[in-house]
Each structure stands twice: as C-alpha cells, then as structure tokens.
C-alpha cells in the first residue's frame, strides 16, 4: 500500500484555470505539509497541517488554499493558474512536526500553458 | 542564500567508488536530515543526526555532523547504479521552517 499518495500524477492545463490536487496518507500520522519544487529542483515548504490544524503557511499567493479534512487528507486548490506555477508538487506527512523525517508522495507534475 | 546548500552540485563516479556529498548551512540547527530523490518520485528519508551526534551510520550511509563548522557530510561507500539519485540535506532550525538545500546529483556509473 502507498504510505503517501497524491492525485493526480501529471496535471496540464491553462492559464486562469483552477484546478486541486490531493493527497492522502495512510501511516496514522498527525502532520501533513505541501512542497513545491521548481525547475532547479529548489524544494520549497509550502504548507503544513498538525491534526486539520495549519501550523507553517509561507509566503504563498492566496490563490493557493489547502484544506485538511480529517488529518489523512491535506488537497491543495490553485485559483487562476499562473505561468510561475508550473512546478512539482509534493505532500508528506510527518509522525508530527518537528524534527521528525517526513514521508513524501511521488508528486504532482503541473504544467501550465 | 539558502539556508542548507549541497555541494558538488553534480557528482559523476564509477561504480564501486565511494562518494562524499558535503551540506554547509548558516544557523544553529536542531538535527539535520538526507533525503534521496530518484528521478520522478518523491524523497525518501535516509538518515537524521541530531545536533549533539557526530556521526551516524546506516548501512553502506555514512553521515557526519560539524555544528563548529555548520556543515554535514553524506558518504555513499561502494556505490551502485542504483544510487544514482538527487541528495538533498533538509535542517530543521529552532524558529524556522524545514529548509532543504538544492541538492546534490549523484550519477553512478556502470
């Protein structure tokens, strides 16, 4: 079984759209975070949730809104794509935060055009 | 600048070498972390050192930490083609976010 999974894998689509990825964990853990990695494979935190809690939420367009409706599940929904948001994405999920290791899923490559 | 930076940026090597990865960061950290990353997937865990630890060992992964120095390296021993990945060290600061650094590219040769 996938210990942290997201959907989609590939996500193509246009400029000013909308769009959600999600992520799901099944190792019971209470912390979930979102990366982006750029092009240069720079990896970025963008969020993180404690138990359906945010804790860490850097400096990110509000366009940007994740949502954690259990502590299993942290989505991510994107308003009005832009070019600059072209990247992979990435969850993972920590026993808590901290300095516990994290456990990530294979990302969310989103192109935009 | 970053807050963990890799260096080399790039590594070639033969199979069988061994292969050192250095991770130099700027503020007192509370343990620092390497990661792996195979091409398309996600990063995988590889070991955690905590600030009072000098060294630790994992397998054929050898870490070693220098807070005088503020820096970590990573030695692979006996490489494998399947070692060929992207490296990453991540530290984990008092008051600050979990920063990864950009990375090493590791190509182990055949």
């Known amino acids: 079984d996938t210990a942290v999974s997201q959907t989609p894998k590939y996500l193509v689509t246009q400029m000013g759209n909308d769009k959600s990825i999600k992520c799901e964990q099944n190792l019971g853990h209470d912390t979930m975070y979102w990366y982006k990695q750029d092009s240069k494979k720079f990896l970025k935190i963008m969020f993180s949730y404690n138990n359906k809690e945010l804790i860490i939420n850097e400096t990110v367009p509000n366009r940007f809104s994740p949502k954690s409706p259990d502590k299993a599940h942290l989505n991510l929904h994107i308003n009005s794509l832009e070019l600059g948001d072209s990247a992979v994405y990435f969850c993972?999920?920590?026993?808590?935060?901290?300095?516990?290791?994290?456990?990530f899923g294979d990302g969310t490559r989103l192109s935009i055009l | 600048s970053q807050q963990g930076e890799e260096d080399p940026q790039a590594l070639s090597i033969q199979e069988g070498e061994n292969a050192t990865m250095n991770c130099s960061y700027k503020?007192?950290?509370?343990?620092l972390q390497w990661y792996r990353q195979n091409s398309g997937r996600g990063l995988v865990h590889l070991i955690l050192?905590?600030?009072?630890?000098r060294e630790k060992h994992s397998g054929r992964l050898r870490v070693t930490l220098d807070t005088s120095k503020k820096s970590s390296s990573l030695l692979i021993t006996a490489s494998r083609a399947a070692d060929t990945a992207s490296y990453f060290c991540?530290?984990?600061?008092?008051?600050?976010?979990?920063?990864f650094g950009p990375g090493t590219r590791l190509s182990v040769l055949p």
């Open positions: 991540a530290t984990d600061s008092y008051g600050q976010n979990f920063v």
């Open positions: 993972a999920s920590s026993p808590s935060g901290g300095n516990q290791p994290q456990h």
């Open positions: 050192i905590r600030s009072n630890e």
């Open positions: 503020t007192s950290i509370n343990n």
